[in-house]
């Protein structure tokens, strides 16, 4: 995913890896300028978009491990266009 602020959001998100400095920061409100006031991201409550992509993300994940398929960076990228699609203005 190329987009600047998708990759801002998501490298900022509670969903990144546990040694990134800012794990358990809310995602909206630790960039600058805010994202909604910009127009970057729709304007639903950032808690309950941090859920919905969340749960999107853990669902999607959830399949191929059950079955045991290997996830592959193509599926991996359509994922995260999938969840950026869904709170992007």
């Known amino acids: ?13 509670p969903f990144a890896s546990n040694s990134m400095e800012t ?6 409100s630790s960039l600058e300028p805010k994202p909604q006031e910009q ?6 409550a950032p808690r309950s ?5 969340g749960g999107g993300i853990r669902n999607a994940l959830k ?6 398929n ?3 960076d193509a599926r991996r ?3 995260a266009q999938m969840s950026w699609a869904a709170i992007s203005a």
């Open 49 to 53: 978009m941090a859920g919905f992509v």
């Open 77 to 79: 990228d359509n994922i």
């Open 39 to 44: 127009g970057v991201l729709k304007s639903f």
């Open 1 to 13: 995913m190329n987009h600047h602020q998708a990759n801002a959001f998501v490298t900022a998100s």
């Open 63 to 68: 399949r191929p491990r059950a079955t045991q």
């Open 23 to 28: 794990r358990g920061v809310n995602p909206t």
């Open 70 to 72: 290997q996830l592959t």
